[in-house]
């Protein structure tokens, strides 16, 4: 199944967006994509599950319990380890897929 993956959220100002797309696709997995304006944010989170993020369009801070941060532009790829805290801040707005393994 092809998708156009820009295409499956909107922005929506001062909001977060998100779809899950695993029944779409028929995945066991959790994939989801979202679409952060500018300046929104998740406070700092944990999974049982190892995160794959990848930022489609726009810029995304992921910064860590530890005080380290990462910024992902379109295209870069993340791994987040299973039970590591992180927090996700939208710099500009931006659209991005979440795969938990």
Known sequence: MKLELLDLVKYHEHQIAS???SKKLDLKEQ???YA???GESISQESSTQTKLLEVLEGKLE???ADGTKETLQALELLTI???KKHGLLALEPCKFIQLEL
């Open 19 to 21: 779809r899950s797309l």
């Open 62 to 64: 992921v910064n860590f």
């Open 81 to 83: 380890p299973a039970t």
């Open 36 to 38: 952060f304006d500018q």
């Open 31 to 33: 994939l989801m994509i």
